[in-house]
Structure formats: C-alpha cells, structure tokens
C-alpha cells in the first residue's frame, strides 16, 4: 500500500478563495483523522471519521470549515472562505480498529495570501 | 483527555541513550500511552504504545511505573537522523482519538 495519499501537497490561494483538501486513506482502514499543523498551535486535531460518519469534529474552528468522506477511499476538507490564519500544514492520517497505530500522510502545505 | 507534559527540547550526542518522560497525572483507567516520532516537512510515525509495565520494539522502549502518572521513551544509541519532535499522547484506546501536545524537540550532535 502507498500509504495515505494528500493532495495537492502545496496550495497557495488568495484570501477569500475556497480551497479543497483531498485525502485518500490507507485501504481497510476505517478511521481517518483530519489534523492542521501550526508553530503556534502545534498538531490539532480537526475531525475525525469511523466507517465514513464524522464522529467528532469539535476541533473544527469555524463554519467555514467543513470536511466530507463520501466514500471509504477518500475524504475532502474545505475552507471556505480562506484567511490568512489558516495558512497551516494540514495533514491526514487513517488507522483500523486492530491496530490503533496513526499513519499520516505527507501533509498539504496551505498559503493564504 | 489525558493532558501530557513534556520538556520542550533536548539536546544529545550520538550514540548516547535518550529518555524523554512525560507526566500524565490526569491519566485515565482506560488511557493508553503512545508516542510519535515527527521529522520535519514529515507526518508524524507511530514509535511504541504501551498500558503498563514495559514495552520494547526493535526502535524504543517505554517505560511506566505502577501509577501510570509518567511514562519514558527510551532511544537506544541515537544517531543524527533521530533528530526529531517526540510527541507523548494519552487517550482511550477506544475512542481512536489522537491528542498531541507541545512534543519534545531532540537534537542529536555529532
């Protein structure tokens, strides 16, 4: 397996944009975690997902946020609109219920200008 | 959850032993500790996960006393690519929910 899969891995957008995160879980694993990553805040968690159902998304900071797993393979998260206080590295991991083992991915680098 | 205290860098040479501890006074019955290893521009990785007791694996042991309000990682002969964020969750092994805190920065010199 390649492992968990984010995309794009770098997004510079300007403020007010809507902008779109993509992650493709780990196959077989059905919890995934959504994560912002900042020098302030350090590692957030945002969301996270059992079986495709959001199951906690109390760290999700505004409305503005919103993240969506239509489907076992894939799962989005979308800010819109953006602000330059969002700029972060995002990154999402995934784990099965054997195992509670966390495996991220490379992370997306998000500019907002 | 659980909330973890770690100090916030540490400095050591290569081939030395690394502990790093964490206190977790606040620990649960149900609280699982686990830590993370975070190179930069990297996810963080799964190191070790442990209840009580000790636990090794082929990259770390964890250390944890009977009260389970603290727990060490130990790097066994470190090398400079174990210059990292060393990162000490505590959480319900249920609940599949991943807390990190400040980490631990090493660095390891020549």
């Known amino acids: 397996d390649a492992g968990v899969i984010q995309s794009p891995r770098h997004e510079v957008t300007e403020m007010g944009q809507e902008v779109t995160l993509r992650c493709k879980p780990i196959?077989?694993?059905?919890?995934l975690f959504w994560y912002r990553q900042t020098m302030m805040r350090g590692l957030e968690l945002l969301i996270y997902f059992n079986n495709n159902v959001p199951i906690d998304d109390s760290g999700m900071p505004e409305d503005r946020f919103s993240a969506k797993m239509p489907n076992a393979s894939f799962s989005t998260l979308k800010i819109q609109p953006s602000e330059p206080r969002d700029s972060a590295v995002y990154f999402c991991?995934?784990?099965?219920?054997?195992?509670?083992?966390?495996?991220f991915g490379q992370g997306t680098r998000l500019t907002v200008v | 959850l659980a909330k973890t205290t770690q100090p916030i860098s540490m400095d050591s040479y290569e081939g030395q032993e690394v502990n790093i501890t964490c206190s977790h006074n606040n620990i649960a019955t149900n609280d699982y500790i686990t830590w993370y290893q975070q190179f930069p521009s990297q996810g963080p990785r799964f190191i070790i996960q442990g209840y009580k007791t000790k636990v090794t694996n082929e990259v770390a042991s964890l250390f944890i006393p009977a009260d389970r309000k603290s727990s060490t990682l130990s790097l066994p002969r470190v090398s400079l690519s174990d210059t990292a964020v060393y990162y000490c969750l505590v959480g319900d092994k249920g609940t599949y929910k991943y807390i990190f805190g400040t980490g631990t920065r090493l660095k390891v010199l020549a």
């Open positions: 991991a995934s784990s099965d219920r054997e195992n509670t083992e966390a495996f």
């Open positions: 196959s077989g694993h059905d919890y």
